[in-house]
């Protein structure tokens, strides 16, 4: 392991702590979500520049025009999927992979798609580092979903939408959640979809910000 891997030392423990605090305060209660915030070292999935601000509880640039989520984020969803003890996620979204390896210490599988290439084989470097290696990783459009592996009990999307992708819909295990922004640029809100006999139930939980859902791959 590097230095950067065992973290900025004493700083980054710290400041890692006061975050899982602010989680509490933000009424994150689930101790498997709390304890897996707790192991991801956020501060590797940011540029070196802003390592001192990893634990800060905002969004932080990655490159691209994408954002690594907040951390309160990342928690609640996380916590809303564990509702249902699932055993394998689908991510669309991969981003930075930090919300990759929360999910990757809570679940058995985590399947996870990216549509920007650089931004996928930076976080799987991160991840392998990390030796986690319970995670399957694919660049492409994410509105397809990944059909090979479905069903899934729980699908995350990381990015917003006006309306959930069909193929995610029919990707959902029975009983799974689907966790996802929907709306434009301007209004969004946390939806969760619950999948039943009878059919999709859709909720809406909270104000969300996202970058948006956008079509096509880019190498
Ligand atoms: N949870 C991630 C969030 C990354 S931001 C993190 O914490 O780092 C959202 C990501 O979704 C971006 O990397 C963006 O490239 C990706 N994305 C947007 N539209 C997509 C699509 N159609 N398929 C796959 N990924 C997509």
Redo the contacts with the bound molecule.
């Keep these: 392991m590097n230095s950067r891997l065992l973290g900025i030392g004493m700083t980054s423990s710290r400041t890692r702590e006061r975050m899982l605090r602010r989680l509490q305060e933000q009424g994150i209660a689930d101790e498997r979500v709390l304890q897996a915030m707790r192991k991801a070292p956020r501060h590797i999935?940011v540029d070196e520049a802003l390592g001192s601000r990893a634990y800060e509880d905002s969004a932080l640039p990655?490159g691209?025009g994408?954002?690594?989520?907040r951390p309160y984020t990342?928690a609640k969803m996380t916590e809303l999927v564990l509702a249902i003890q699932p055993r394998s996620v689908l991510e669309?979204?991969?981003?930075?992979?930090?919300?990759t390896a929360v999910l990757a210490q809570v679940m058995e599988q985590v399947y996870t798609?990216?549509?920007?290439l650089a931004?996928q084989q930076r976080a799987r470097e991160r991840l392998a580092e990390l030796g986690m290696r319970n995670v399957r990783y694919k660049h492409?459009?994410?509105?397809t979903g990944w059909p090979q592996h479905a069903p899934y009990d729980a699908i995350l999307v990381?990015?917003a939408s006006p309306e959930v992708p069909i193929p995610l819909l029919q990707q959902l295990a029975m009983h799974g959640r689907l966790i996802m922004p929907t709306g434009d640029a301007t209004h969004q809100v946390l939806s969760l979809v619950v999948r039943t006999p009878e059919g999709f139930e859709q909720q809406t939980l909270s104000a969300a910000s996202?970058?948006?859902?956008?079509?096509g791959v880019k190498s």
């Design positions: 999935f990655i691209f994408q954002t690594i989520s990342v669309v979204g991969t981003g930075s992979g930090y919300q798609v990216e549509r920007i931004l492409d459009d994410g509105q990381a990015a996202f970058v948006p859902l956008v079509h």
